[in-house]
């Protein structure tokens, strides 16, 4: 059964950096195939996929957002962490991890519950 | 990059049908396959459709998906609504440079 979780600060100043950790169960990052995405979704607005770190340590980035972003994985502790740099208010959202499936990487399989970030001084 | 786009809203009555539809706007739809989930207000997203058509397990057979070339689109259709399919539907795919893509998403309301 794979689980995830998120955890990070509720409260963000402008222009601080953000890091969200993804706590999971349920497999092992390090096993050929596994990779767990970051999405993202503003208030009464839509799904947005940020980032991906796959079990090889390979690494994607939504085009419009790679400056800001970087995703690493902890092996040891089933962790993976997203770092968003110069936060603005339009990243108030709920930020989610997700399991992409395993070898096809074509869907996001099973999420978190979610987090709530707000950007405001 | 390609956007994927939805209307915002649709609406019938239980024990209808709907449909939903996601067009992509460059690129082939058939390129690669598209995924359904849906999102019931406060909850995390739930996929209902993988792979254009595919049901995971557990997902009720009144909803279904395909890919239409002609339109360049893919299409969710719940048959039989019921009033707990009430949520938000996002389509969503992926490129060959490992980047995913969600459209705007659609809610279902009740008439």
């Known amino acids: 059964q794979i689980t995830l979780k998120e955890s990070g600060p509720t409260l963000v100043k402008p222009t601080q950096t953000l890091t969200l950790t993804c706590s999971f169960s349920?497999?092992?990052?390090?096993?050929?195939?596994?990779?767990v995405g970051w999405i993202r979704q503003p208030p009464g607005k839509a799904l947005e996929w940020l980032a991906l770190i796959f079990w090889d340590d390979d690494r994607r980035y939504t085009p419009s957002l790679k400056s800001r972003l970087t995703i690493t994985k902890d092996t040891s502790k089933n962790q993976v962490v997203l770092t968003m740099t110069n936060v603005d208010p339009v990243d108030t959202a709920t930020y989610y991890c997700?399991?992409?499936?395993?070898?096809?990487?074509?869907?996001?399989?099973?999420w978190g519950q979610g987090t709530l970030v707000t950007v405001s001084s | 990059n390609f956007i994927l786009t939805q209307p915002h809203s649709v609406s019938e009555s239980p024990g209808k049908t709907v449909t939903i539809s996601c067009t992509r706007t460059?690129?082939?739809?058939?390129?690669?396959?598209v995924q359904w989930y849906q999102q019931r207000p406060g909850s995390s997203p739930t996929i209902m459709i993988y792979e254009d058509n595919q049901r995971p397990s557990g997902v009720p057979d009144r909803f279904s998906g395909s890919i239409d070339s002609s339109s360049n689109s893919a299409s969710l259709t719940i048959s039989g609504l019921k009033t707990e399919d009430e949520a938000d539907y996002y389509c969503?795919?992926?490129?060959?440079?490992?980047?995913?893509?969600f459209g705007g998403g659609t809610k279902r309301t009740a008439l």
């Open positions: 969503q795919s992926y490129d060959s440079s490992h980047h995913w893509v």
């Open positions: 460059s690129g082939s739809i058939a390129s690669n396959y």
């Open positions: 997700a399991h992409l499936e395993t070898g096809g990487w074509k869907r996001f399989d099973y």
């Open positions: 349920g497999f092992s990052i390090s096993s050929e195939g596994e990779a």
